[in-house]
């Protein structure tokens, strides 16, 4: 396979020190040092989140937007303000674009309510990739379902990359939308979302991007994107769960049904008839998790401090390294050899299942993922059942590495 | 007991991995199920033919990892030539051991599947080692198919007429 180069090449990471700013990886697992490489299905906490929950829980909790007291001043100033750190780090235009959602499947299940439901009808088409996750997929088979609408697929090459042409081919006067992921969760494959966002802009069709796996490791610009909408999650950006982020063009956003009804999302409330907020309330109905918005805010702020370029870079280095260890490895298959990568490996060992191997690699102290990665179709596109799944943060290092493949080495030992 | 995996990963269950027991299919079962783990997707399908109260041929095929196979394998050659009463029994006793409600010893029929005593303290695989004895339970109740999730468990409704 071929790795392009990095377009920047910023300074290299400081990779120990930032480790010690992550308390949960000195841990040690069956009594060796902890090996974390599942960090695809979430990442780790630095102190400094941690401290900001702490500070948040000890000196500055109310509930917000209602009261005039002073912890609720300063509680809706910290959440609104952790809105603004969002904005900056995707780069929307105004920050009453960022909807705080529970993560990247309620952000895609927002918009198969609230847009969905207004724009799709009886005979149109949703545009979806064989790479997505179920929660790109199960949101949009529902509506169709509602809807009568049908779902189209776009296909990929064995290397895990999808075909343009073959998407293009897909459009056609009943396309209504297209959702796609930035980044593949079970390949690592970096999707051409910006071809494909011209494309069907240039047909009057939206674009909504499941950033889950992307706004961890790239640079995420929702202007350059010109994508419509972008959903992301918390956890895998070194935030708490529970909390994750839906951008939405505001003219898009302000014309949608609210998904969720009740405090917070109205103007005013009569039996008769109830007039919605302005957005971003109009969608954040109920209290919401106010320590993990403030939590992602500063989990966004300590990623900046770092450098989301330095961080692209590293990883990429880290994928080059993994890449040429593992597929120098006798009787590993690596799954996904897309040109355009993330840090993720998923791979097949001979003879063995990945569920032995998740098993067994856990008593060398290394955490990966084993199994479909809930990504059925895309498991049944690739013929087998369930991949093991090394997925890289910037706190990993090339030892990690090493650490995966002397633990694969020693598993293939026992079923020798 | 041990909760080292390397432990479970012994050479008994090494070997029914390698050369299952009883792997294939039969022509015109008796009874028969499919059987799935959609956490992880694995499959296993059992067949058998009784004649009278005795399980006369009995054969598992499927994708799955190396647990779930050699307890699949070694579940079929424990009750092959059994009565369907003593099988299902030994499912109870089975599911019992690797659910952690009792030890090895605890459980009279057990016998060389001690070896998978230590699942137990392996929450995320006890599935795996349960799997071919639910779908065996789920082809004596006639059920064709069942799952881990499924709703209603077919450890938890009366057993079928076999």
């Known amino acids: ?101 529970s993560g990247t499947t309620e952000g895609i299940n927002l918009v198969a309510h609230g847009w969905g439901r207004q724009n799709i009808k009886a005979g149109d088409e949703i545009i979806l990739s064989v790479l997505e996750h179920h929660s790109n997929i199960v949101p949009w088979q529902m509506l169709a379902q509602e809807k009568g609408a049908t779902i189209r697929v776009v296909p990929m090459n064995d290397a895990g990359e999808l075909m343009l042409d073959a998407y293009e081919a897909l459009f056609n006067e009943r396309t209504r939308l297209v959702s796609v992921g930035h980044v593949s969760n079970a390949l690592g494959s970096i999707n051409p979302v910006k071809k494909m966002i011209a494309f069907a802009h240039a047909r009057g069709v939206p674009v909504l991007v499941d950033g889950a796996q992307a706004a961890p490791h790239l640079v995420v610009d929702v202007q350059d994107l ?65 320590a993990a918005a403030i939590g992602l805010g500063a989990a966004v702020d300590y990623l900046t401090s770092i450098g989301m370029p330095a961080i692209a870079a590293h990883e990429h280095e880290l994928l080059r390294y993994a890449t040429e260890q593992m597929g120098a490895l006798p009787g590993v298959r690596l799954i996904g050899t897309a040109q355009h990568k993330a840090a993720v490996l998923s791979f097949a060992v001979q003879g063995i299942h990945p569920h032995d191997m998740g098993t067994l690699l856990n008593q060398e102290g290394v955490a990966v993922r084993t199994g479909h990665h809930c990504a059925q179709p895309l498991m049944t596109r690739l013929g087998v059942v369930a991949t093991s799944r090394a997925s890289f943060a910037f706190y990993n290092t090339l030892a990690d590495v090493d650490a995966l493949v002397a633990g694969i080495r020693t598993v293939q030992k026992v079923f020798a | 007991m041990s909760a080292d995996p390397k432990a479970l990963y012994q050479e008994v269950i ?125 082809a004596f109740n006639a059920e064709p198919s069942t799952s881990t999730e499924a709703e209603a468990d077919p450890m938890h409704t009366p057993l079928g007429d076999a």
């Open chain 1, 226 to 290: 010109d994508c419509d909408f972008y959903a992301f999650s918390g956890h895998k950006l070194c935030g708490p769960t529970g909390i994750g982020i839906l951008y939405g063009r505001a003219a898009l956003l302000e014309a949608m049904q609210p998904f969720k009804g009740g405090g917070d999302m109205i103007h005013t409330v009569t039996f008769e008839k109830t007039t919605y907020a302005a957005i971003p309330n109009k969608f954040e109905a109920g209290t919401p998790p106010i």
């Open chain 1, 1 to 101: 396979m071929n790795i392009t180069a990095t377009p920047t090449a910023p300074a290299t990471l400081d990779v120990e020190r930032i480790r010690a700013d992550f308390p949960i990886l000195k841990l040690t697992v069956a009594g060796k040092p902890l090996v974390y490489l599942d960090n695809a299905a979430s990442s780790q906490m630095p102190q400094a989140v941690i401290d900001r929950l702490v500070r948040y829980q000890s000196s500055e909790h109310a509930n917000i937007h209602r009261a005039v007291h002073y912890l609720s001043e300063t509680a809706t100033a910290a959440y609104e303000a952790a809105r603004v750190k969002l904005q900056r780090f995707i780069n929307a235009r105004e920050a009453r674009e960022v909807i705080f959602t």
């Open chain 2, 14 to 138: 090494l070997d029914h991995n390698r050369k299952p027991r009883n792997y294939g299919e039969l022509d015109h079962p008796s009874h028969h199920a499919e059987g799935v783990n959609p956490l992880c997707g694995d499959h296993i399908h059992i067949a058998l033919e009784l004649q009278g109260e005795t399980i006369e041929r009995i054969a598992f095929k499927g994708e799955s990892c190396a647990i779930c196979k050699a307890s699949a394998s070694m579940m079929t050659a424990a009750v092959k030539g059994k009565s369907a009463d003593d099988a299902k029994t030994l499912i109870h006793e089975f599911v019992d051991m690797a659910t952690g409600r009792i030890t090895a010893q605890d459980g009279p029929h057990i016998g060389r599947l001690a070896v998978f005593s230590g699942i137990s303290e392996l929450p995320m695989r006890v599935k795996c080692a349960i799997l071919p004895w639910h779908t065996l339970q789920a």
